[in-house]
């Protein structure tokens, strides 16, 4: 046989091969998270999403690679209630969003309560398909310090529209957002997160359980990816709030953050 022919078969079994194993481990995973997705989350694992400051100490930002960006032009504060407001755009299917949310409502519980929230995973055939998340389109958020307004705009198969912005969302997504990219976090008009804070490898053929046993564990890729977002989006919401309640801005990690990271 010609050399070059044996090598352009073996290379084109070689793709095979790691193609079937690659859709098998898909298939493997979507058959394991599929029997809670779309479920509520029970108040026993929303308690295992509160970190103790005593984690986020440690952390710090971790591993976040990608920042909130400053609003650079003067903008009044975005508010909601008589409260500054956190305005968060996604979609089901997203990846990138799916990772976004671990952070947010992490932080978003060291200020207020979660109820309602669901179990999700973004598309099974998109990039890093099945990222196992949690899904706001029926949550509600109640807090004295911060208002977060969340819009779910696309179901995790595509197929549905699943909320829309009203019109003032809409000019504020665009305005801050031309291209349209999610996920979209608007933390007051004041600064932006346009794109994930960490890229959703680290939950690649992970569940939900596994994830949260790994949250406290400092030195886990978790930990560092999930909890430093969360530290991250804690100390941009602090700044929004004059720094209360102090039990949580108070905490060194959030000065550390203000302070050297945010500016």
Not at 115 to 136: G, I, K, Q, R, W
Not at 150 to 163: F, G, H, I, K, P
Request: aromatic share 10%; hydrophobic share 40%.
């Amino acid at each position: 046989m010609n050399k070059r022919l044996y090598i352009a078969l073996a290379a084109a079994v070689i793709v095979i091969v790691v193609a079937l194993i690659v859709t098998n481990t898909t298939n493997a995973q979507q058959a394991q998270l599929d029997p809670l997705i779309g479920k509520p989350v029970p108040a026993s694992v929303m308690a295992k999403l509160s970190i103790p400051n005593s984690v986020s100490n440690k952390i710090g930002i971790g591993s976040v690679q990608y920042l909130p960006q400053k609003v650079t032009t003067k903008m009044p504060l975005l508010t909601n209630d008589s409260k500054p407001e956190v305005l968060y755009v996604g979609a089901e299917y997203c990846p990138y969003c799916a990772i976004t949310r671990w952070g947010m409502i992490i932080a978003l519980m060291r200020f207020g309560n979660f109820t309602n929230l669901h179990y999700m995973a973004s598309n099974s055939s998109d990039v890093f398909p099945n990222t196992p998340t949690f899904d706001f389109a029926n949550a509600t958020y109640t807090s004295p310090y911060v208002s977060f307004v969340s819009v779910e705009t696309t179901t995790r198969n595509r197929n549905v529209q699943l909320q829309s912005l009203t019109p003032s969302q809409n000019n504020i997504f665009t305005y801050f957002n031309p291209q349209g990219g999610i996920p979209f976090v608007n933390f007051g008009n004041q600064s932006l997160q346009l794109s994930a804070p960490v890229l959703p490898t680290v939950l690649q053929g992970k569940d939900w359980n596994w994830t949260i046993a790994n949250l406290t564990n400092t030195s886990s890729s978790t930990s560092q990816a999930l909890v430093g977002s969360a530290d991250v989006f804690t100390a941009e919401i602090c700044m929004l709030t004059n720094d209360t309640p102090q039990s949580v801005c108070g905490q060194p990690y959030v000065s550390n953050i203000e302070r050297n990271v945010l500016g």
